[in-house]
């Protein structure tokens, strides 16, 4: 039986902001209000706060409003008006207008790279211009990768010694990082004096990519590359980037604004790699990047530079059937919302059995089941253990305790309600919970709720508290290859307990064993296969009966 359906959490500013709008722009513009204008801005202001840019408007939207009538009205005249009517949808100008140069930009790139003035890199010491002309890719792939490349993944190694933008797609286990990697050795083998740069949008994608790589180039995240200042970034036109190949990884969750402060950065001859999955869920921040790259006239002009892997080269079982019937339901993308997933899967979910890597338990009566929260409370004290034989100047025991925070994870789609985030933190740690780090005890997973490029940490990343409650040496280690001690007073504001996460934090992240918790939730099927495909080895759904 699927689970009771709920409205998704709306933030407490959306309906002042939607009351402020609704009267405020007819009046600024000189538009007659009505009800139907007022549902549209109303509208308009949910569709932003859910990420998406634009509405679809039927034929007649009332008989006081038509299309045509909207469209003659101030509130959508170019340039000034806020509104804009495409086809059939209507979206903020600012963010059309935003959408349209970030795409024409990124399609800018596919141009071949002998038509551009070469970088630095690409001129020997003399001065003259070396050959960019892409040679045969049988030798350059090199023994970075354990699996037999396909011809998709030749073909990513020869788009990027010939394009400027390189799309590589694909879902998990289909080889996209050992295919970065090929791609990399490529392109040094061309031309050694490459200056190469990996990135991703989280601190915990950047540093699943640098172990992933090899650690042998340059890798951290998107807003301290772009060495963000806050409310802006010190890296622009008049302040490039110095390199000459960036590879992006987790691209899906890249949104339109930082897809523009980026390609603002980048050297217009510099190599751009986009690396992604358009089946996970699109980033939270307004303009979904990954999912507007998908659209056919955009795939026609990207041609060969769009590459997408579907060979697996890493059976994981039933999650593998289960995330490959979401993300097939999920193409080609729907703006406008998502699929009803467990219809869609019910079938494979009846039929699992006990030997498979997923499970499916529905808890009758709505109640949390008891063993999600044996389960955590083992975990934490599995991890007070190895934190309390934990030394900054001892790898082993660093690595331990950060591999312990890695065995599971719990995911559920919201914060709030009675199989939210927050609830599940107070059922295990009590009234500590709402109290300041200090409080919280030895061991607890740590997340960092906004970007610190001073401490070298990001939005989402997850560390752990070492140190007695109360006790001056006490720490929160952040890293995953290499470790960060950060204070626990350097993060206040900006640290919440992280037994739990929702779907949207986890993003970039594995765990060993991923529970799932979709309570009385409505997820759409990208939420659900972004999360199920956080489990390296065992997965379980659980759902109310």
Request: charged fraction near 20%.
């Amino acid at each position: 039986m699927a689970p009771r359906r709920r409205q998704r959490e709306q933030p407490a500013w959306l309906s002042p902001l939607q009351s402020a709008l609704v009267e405020a722009l007819p009046r600024l513009y000189g538009a007659t209000s009505s009800p139907a204008l007022t549902a549209l801005i109303a509208d308009l202001v949910t569709a932003l706060e859910q990420g998406r840019l634009s509405i679809p408007l039927p034929p007649e939207l009332a008989p006081e409003l038509a299309v045509d009538a909207l469209a003659a009205t101030a509130l959508c005249r170019d340039p000034d008006g806020p509104l804009v009517i495409e086809a059939d949808q209507l979206s903020w100008r600012r963010w059309h207008d935003l959408r349209e140069s970030v795409l024409s930009a990124l399609l800018e790139r596919v141009r071949p790279l002998g038509t551009a003035e070469p970088t630095p890199a690409q001129k020997d010491p003399t001065g003259s211009t070396r050959d960019t002309t892409a040679p045969s890719t049988g030798s350059s792939v090199g023994p970075t990768a354990t699996e037999t490349p396909d011809a998709r993944q030749y073909q990513a190694v020869e788009a990027v010694l010939t394009h400027r933008l390189v799309l590589l797609q694909g879902g998990p286990g289909t080889g996209k990082t050992s295919t970065v990697a090929r791609m990399l050795a490529a392109a040094l083998e061309r031309d050694p004096a490459t200056r190469v740069q990996l990135a991703a949008p989280t601190g915990k994608a950047a540093a699943r990519l640098r172990a992933a790589t090899g650690g042998r180039h340059p890798c951290g995240t998107l807003h301290r590359l772009l060495e963000s200042r806050g409310d802006h970034f010190a890296r622009n036109r008049h302040h490039p980037l110095p390199l000459d190949l960036l590879v992006v990884d987790e691209v899906s969750m890249v949104d339109l604004a930082l897809m523009a402060a980026l390609l603002e950065a980048l050297p217009a001859s510099a190599r751009l790699v986009l690396v992604g999955d358009p089946a996970q869920l699109p980033p939270i921040a307004p303009g979904a990047v990954l999912l507007d790259l998908q659209q056919p006239d955009l795939q026609a002009c990207l041609g060969d530079a769009a590459i997408t892997l579907t060979t697996t080269y890493r059976n994981n079982g039933a999650i593998a059937a289960v995330a490959t019937a979401l993300r097939d339901a999920a193409a080609p993308p729907a703006h406008g919302g998502g699929i009803a997933p467990l219809p869609l899967i019910q079938p494979l979910l009846e039929g699992l059995g006990p030997n498979d890597n997923l499970t499916w338990h529905q808890e009758i009566g709505g109640r949390l089941p008891a063993g999600v929260f044996t389960r955590l409370r083992s975990q934490l004290g599995a991890l007070a253990e190895k934190a309390a034989r934990c030394r900054p100047a001892e790898p082993d025991g660093w690595k331990a305790l950060l591999a312990e925070r890695d065995r599971l994870l719990v995911l559920s789609p919201v914060r709030r309600g009675p199989w939210g985030v927050d609830s599940i933190h107070r059922a295990v740690l009590g009234d500590t919970a709402l109290g300041p780090a200090a409080s919280w005890p030895e061991g607890l997973p740590v997340l960092c709720t906004r970007n610190l490029p001073e401490l070298g940490l990001a939005n989402g990343d997850v560390g752990v508290l070492v140190g007695q409650p109360g006790s001056d040496d006490r720490q929160i280690l952040f890293g995953g290859e290499n470790p960060l001690w950060v204070h626990p007073t350097q993060l206040a504001g900006a640290a919440e307990p992280a037994l739990a996460l929702t779907v949207h934090k986890a993003q970039g992240s594995e765990a060993a064993e991923v529970i799932v918790l979709l309570g009385d939730a409505d997820p759409d099927g990208r939420l659900l296969y972004t999360a199920l495909t956080r489990a390296r080895e065992r997965a379980e759904l659980i759902t109310p009966s």
